[in-house]
């Protein structure tokens, strides 16, 4: 089980991630399984309160939810695939949702916002912005990379799940855009416009879907440095984007 908001990255000789810590707590949906046996809850009567017993179904369904997506697709996964996954009646599930896409949103919701807190975490610690943008965006490819079924219900199967669902994807989307808000402006150079940062964001989301919707989430990390520098690029300039992207710098 893991708890991302606090990540943090301990820089490497020469500017490199050498490693990613997480707090444990609270995971992200899919991080676990739905039915393992610390979650089961015990047959016939017993004295566990109403609300933690309530909590507790809520919790493995949506979990269910994001590894029964990210196994069979959102077109594919019926409720009562999602309730064998829980090993929740359903009766109980719809206690807790009154459909399959009220169940994805909740799991879609709840893994953006843990994602986003740590993104805003790790952007956030002391340093120059374009070194700020590395750790934000790698917090980003980690994460992705650690919790494979929440990113394919994310990335890929939110474009199937409905029109509230693509709300929420644009929402994320445009959540990305303020990182922007604070990146320098080249003397005797123009100004980046907004459509430019719109189609950086557009582009690194377009990476991430095509290692997520074929399997290689795990890949993500490694290409930090490159996204990093697309990221760069525009606003500090090819060469210093390369060297705080950790790539090769020719003299």
Known sequence: MRHYVG?????????????????????????RSANS??????????DLPREFVARTQRDRLIDAMARTVAD??????????????????TRAYYQHFPDKETCFLA??????????????????????WPERVRRGLGTLLHILAAEPAFAALAVVEVLAAGPRALAGRRQLLASYLDFFAEAPRRAGHPRVPPVAVEAIVAGIYGVIFDHVSTGRAAELPARLPDLT????????????????????VDD
Do not use: N
């Open 7 to 31: 990540m943090s990255s301990a820089a490497a000789p020469g500017g490199g991630v050498s490693e990613w810590t997480v707090a444990p707590g609270a995971g992200i949906p899919g991080s």
């Open 229 to 248: 520098y697309v990221v760069l690029a525009p606003f500090v300039g090819p060469r210093a984007a390369a060297a705080a992207a950790g790539l090769p």
């Open 37 to 46: 046996p610390d979650r089961r809850l015990p047959r016939g009567r017993h």
């Open 72 to 89: 069979k697709g959102y077109a594919g996964t019926s409720l009562g695939d999602v309730c064998a996954a829980a090993g929740v009646s």
């Open 107 to 128: 799991a879609f919701e709840r893994g953006v916002e843990l994602l986003q807190k740590s993104v805003a975490v790790a952007y956030g610690q002391p340093g120059r």
